[in-house]
């Protein structure tokens, strides 16, 4: 054989090699593993692209300067695609995207931190589509670039899901998850991978979901270490109740966005035509509906008064708790049970969305009942961005110290 020929079989035989070594980079498209599950690379992102997140970005989103222990390790991106149910719909079939960020080492063990997202206007501005997602950027900079695998449900709805959204849908977000841990699993053994030791946080609706997840991962015997939230609505009916009743000058002027996608995601989820209507003004109902449906809608249009959007009788406190959207949003909670894994939840005492009595109640509660795992822990006079940066690598020096 000629040496020309040789030397080609030979480099092609290497590279064999090595695609087979890392499955996802051995094909174009998605790789398949078990149960269903694909995963495809959807990039790399080095060192220098990790640290800018961290010392311009994330400050930038924030409106405020943060300090971040610098990035170590490049990190692989992965979109996670796989099968689940929707549990609110009959246990409906149906298919959810999340993100596997992967630290670029010759590690094969890490310790994993599975991140709630917070409420998005975008369809894509979400764990999977990290590009469009500043709050999973951060996550993949501080923790993924120093050593711990991230993961990130996009919940059903969103990414690439075919499915109406979901908002506060709480069985549905604690599936979405659970499933996305599953996967993410799996897709690791595929890469010869493993992680050892689970971690939960999330922010603002994240934060709400990372106690529904904690809730159910106990449940089902999956041990977690510790679990932190920022600005997390730990009891929805106590956060709305506040913008009705009680509404202070600081409220943010988009609060209002939670009533559209709460109503919507409940009508379609619990099975009750015309909620949505029932709730929102004749006049705010349409673009209000294009909002959720991620329909084209002028912004402008959604009003920002609450007294515009919401049907008058709604802020008549006995009527709202009665109501059939008001019945619904009091089970829509996640701290009262028996808690038993180690939580903190942080909150900003100049917070536009979450009060920091509610940012607390998980702890009152948990001691209520004689539990002092739970505690809540103040990031200073910050607004709902600043809580969760100044959150962030609070919770990564709490879990490195566990």
């Not at 689940?84 to 670029?104: E, M, Q, W």
């Not at 948990?366 to 006079?381: C, F, H, K, L, Y």
């Amino acid at each position: 054989m000629p040496f020309l020929v040789r030397l080609v079989a030979f480099v092609a035989m290497l590279l064999g090699a090595a695609a087979g070594s890392n499955p996802a980079s051995a094909q174009a498209g998605p790789a398949q593993v078990a149960s269903g599950v694909q995963y495809e690379l959807i990039g790399r992102w080095d060192v220098d692209r990790l640290n800018k997140i961290l010392s311009v970005d994330t400050p930038a989103f924030a409106g405020i300067p943060v300090s971040y222990t610098p990035a170590r390790n490049a990190v692989r991106l992965y979109r996670v695609t796989y099968p689940s149910v929707v549990p609110d719909r009959g246990n409906k079939p149906t298919v959810a995207t999340g993100l596997l960020a992967v630290p670029d080492t010759a590690g094969t063990t890490f310790p994993m931190v599975s991140y709630q997202h917070g409420t998005v206007y975008g369809k894509q501005e979400v764990p999977s589509f990290p590009e469009q997602s500043p709050e999973t950027q951060l996550m993949i900079a501080q923790f993924a670039g120093q050593g711990y695998i991230v993961i990130g449900a996009d919940y059903f709805g969103l990414g690439q899901s075919s499915e109406p959204e979901g908002y506060m849908v709480k069985a549905s977000h604690q599936q979405a998850t659970h499933d996305m841990l599953l996967a993410s699993r799996a897709v690791l053994e595929d890469l010869k991978l493993s992680a050892t030791r689970l971690f939960l946080s999330g922010w603002s609706q994240g934060g709400f979901v990372t106690l529904a997840m904690l809730e159910k991962l106990e449940s089902v015997g999956v041990p977690v270490v510790a679990a932190a939230t920022a600005s997390a609505p730990a009891d929805v009916f106590a956060a709305l109740n506040g913008f009705l009743s009680f509404p202070r000058t600081i409220d943010a002027s988009w609060v209002g966005t939670l009533f559209i996608l709460s109503s919507f995601s409940f009508e379609n989820y619990y099975g009750v035509p015309g909620l949505a209507r029932s709730l929102l003004t004749d006049a705010s109902y349409e673009v209000s509906r294009k909002a959720y449906a991620r329909e084209p809608f002028e912004a402008s249009e959604v009003p920002t008064d609450l007294r515009k959007l919401i049907r008058a009788e709604y802020f008549d406190p006995l009527y709202f708790a009665n109501s059939a959207y008001g019945r619904l949003v009091a089970k829509t909670q996640a701290y009262r049970w028996l808690i038993q894994t180690p939580v903190r939840t942080f909150y900003g005492e100049s917070d536009e969305v979450i009060r920091n009595e509610l940012a607390q109640l998980p702890m009152l509660y948990q001691r209520a009942i004689g539990n002092d795992r739970v505690e809540a822990v103040s990031t200073g006079p910050t607004t709902h961005r600043g809580t969760f940066a100044k959150a962030v690598p609070q919770w990564k020096s709490w879990f490195d110290g566990l």
